[in-house]
């Protein structure tokens, strides 16, 4: 596994990501798929008008509004399994912290397109941007719940800033749109059971078609300033914290939210 987790540190910071095929067994696979599925139509009823007209992406997946105290478990076992703990400790060997989960669909609204960003422009501006880059980023870990076309990425991405085609189609200037095609891309299709690792801050789209369920967890290093966009409710209460058999991630994450409500 160190050989492994040497290769997969490698490529993630060459590239900005890795794929690890057939990473989860299909009795893993299962039972994962049960507890989100009764996640998503839980959210589907209590947020029709959203879901048919906007959304692409739900989260807070493990917070205590759709699932119960057991479900929850569940997801936080999976979330800190031996198995995803080999692939976030490659990449933050020792301080890393758990930050939230999103659930990417396809859009109802067939005039939802899917779109090149950098997660970091929903909170900066361009210069702000260019600086969330050079510095500790926020790791996504995909689990296709069932096979999808995948993602499209521009590889390097996260360490460097957009060349011009990049920027005009990102930020839809000079008449670009934010799903048109762009050169030098790598287009990732999964399978059920694949894990994807990318870097929240390289340029990237989730690709919409099949039966695109995709659930993502979200990972930082402690020493970053993340702990604020954590929401207390998609972490557990220290009353799960003994039915979870590594705690850690969470346990980290706990420390940070704690420090700041001092």
Known sequence: MVDKQSGWKCQYDELGYFVVREYFTQSEMSALREVILMFHERWKQDNPEFYKEVAFNSSLITGSQYLKAKDRVKLFNFISSPKMMHVIESLIPTHAAFMNTQLFFNPVNPELKDFWHRDCQYDHDLAGQQKAIQETQVVHLRVPLFDELGMELIPGTHKRWDNQQELEVREELNGKLSNDSLSDSATIPLAAGDLLVFSADMIHRGLYGLERLAWDILVFDASSDFAD????????????????????LFAKTLALKSLINQ
Do not use: G, K, Q
């Open 229 to 248: 966009y954590v929401d207390d409710d998609c972490l557990p209460d220290h009353s799960m914290l003994n039915d979870i058999d590594d705690a850690r």
